[in-house]
């Protein structure tokens, strides 16, 4: 019975997060970077295998968000913050929204970062200054929510940079931070159709300094007792119910030395009821969900000290794969911690993007617009690197045959759309 029940589970989160050829989130149709398309370019350059190029005004660290025809982005335009609807066939601007002023440069990135999050109907937009807001996809505004306003100050060193995640009829969002205040970290439930706070979750953690600051997106997972949102930030890892936002079960050992400055920015990836959870490179700790209370001993699977700061992983199911910032990559069995590979070297630069796999192959792109193509299995195997020139922080999406990359001033869309 348990297992049956937890089948239909995964089969409620795939429909609850997934659309037919849509990327509504970050981390794509099933929030973990995964995408089922299959017959993607695997090369290109900035002459090569481009359908369209859009010039955009400026930098930020967020995803393209795909639904149906229409692309939307976040921009930056000096001190100004827009959202702009691109059409996915021919990349010329539907329309633009101002979102707000005040963008500055915040290390690497800045007030643009989060990504928006769709259901098909209406997008919901966070900027780095805490407004949320609801808009249709003609760039109507719903409703705005200033959470700032409303829950007090942020206080995170490099600026907020989570992003909203959809489940159902409610948004989830995070706020962990504690280098700027002393106030407690929390979590939300918002209303998607009202914006009203439905519930809100303290979530004290023993992290110092810049350490309770995560810059990571939670995740739902689906257990056999039902629907969790895991959060990691704070030097631990913790799984809340979605109605009430009580915390259920929580992991210790993400900060082993107990440094200062163990801000998160990998955020959580789930296979099943797998929970793979990065940290500042070491540990990077892989469990199962589904616990009550201290979990740290009874749940935790495996560790490795070889994980990632900043991009985020991806699993096949059966694999994990790990891209350090270096470009160092490392295959793992997901549910032993084996090393299957380890030390294959991408080109040399900075890794941010978070890793895409799709049609049997993995997607890195570096910071120099350099996107690696590597295939998925148990042995390495370089595909392809294409250079498309441009500062990139941003994860690639995937949609109908075309894979979509934004880089400090253009947004790109490679290959041709599928009729």
């Not at 995408?35 to 370019?41: A, H, N, R, Y």
């Not at 859009?54 to 149906?68: N, V």
């Not at 160092?328 to 084996?338: I, K, S, W, Y």
Request: hydrophobic fraction near 35%; proline fraction near 5%.
């Amino acid at each position: 019975m348990k297992t049956r029940t937890l089948a239909f589970l995964l089969t409620a989160l795939a429909a609850a997060t997934a659309s037919a050829n849509d990327w509504p989130h970050w981390r794509g149709p099933n929030g973990n970077g995964v995408s089922g398309e299959t017959e993607l370019p695997i090369r290109w350059s900035t002459t090569e295998n481009v359908h369209w190029k859009l010039d955009l005004p400026g930098r930020s660290g967020a995803t393209p968000i795909i639904t149906g025809d229409r692309v939307f982005v976040n921009v930056t335009d000096g001190d100004a913050i827009e959202l702009w609807a691109v059409d996915r066939r021919t990349g010329g601007v539907l329309w633009t929204t101002h979102l707000g002023d005040g963008n500055e440069r915040l290390m690497k990135g800045n007030r643009a970062n989060p990504s928006p999050v769709t259901d098909g109907e209406s997008l919901w937009v966070m900027s780095g200054h805490g407004l949320l807001r609801r808009f249709d996809l003609d760039g109507n505004e719903i409703w705005v929510r200033d959470i700032q306003r409303d829950h007090g100050a942020w206080g995170l060193l490099w600026g907020y940079g989570s992003s909203p995640v959809l489940h159902d009829d409610s948004l989830y969002v995070q706020v962990l931070h504690g280098f700027y205040t002393d106030d407690p970290s929390y979590v939300l439930r918002i209303d998607t159709e009202t914006g009203r706070t439905l519930w809100r979750t303290e979530r004290p953690t023993r992290a110092i300094r810049e350490s309770p600051d995560s810059y990571t997106t939670p995740a739902v997972v689906a257990t056999e007792s039902g629907f969790e949102l895991v959060v990691t930030g704070g030097d631990v890892v913790t799984g809340h119910d979605l109605a009430s936002g009580r915390e259920l079960w929580r992991l210790e050992g993400m900060n082993p030395r107990n440094r200062r400055d163990y801000r998160m920015v990998a955020s959580p990836v789930v296979e099943g009821d797998i929970v793979v959870a990065p940290t500042r490179v070491r540990p990077l700790t892989v469990l199962r969900a589904g616990g009550r209370g201290d979990v740290t001993e009874s749940h935790r699977m495996w560790t490795t000290d070889s994980g990632p700061d900043v991009p985020t992983p991806v699993t096949d199911g059966t694999y994990l794969y790990v891209v350090r910032d270096n470009g160092v990559v490392h295959c793992f069995d997901l549910r032993t911690g084996e090393e299957i590979y380890g030390r294959q070297r991408l080109r040399n630069g900075s890794y941010s993007a978070s890793l895409v796999l799709a049609d049997g192959n993995i997607y890195a792109t570096s910071e120099d617009g350099v996107t690696s193509v590597f295939r998925a299995g148990p042995e390495f195997e370089l595909l392809a690197e294409n250079d498309l020139e441009g500062y990139t922080l941003s994860s690639p999406a995937i949609v109908d045959g075309q894979i979509f990359l934004r880089t400090d001033f253009a947004l790109w869309a490679i290959g041709q759309p599928r009729e």
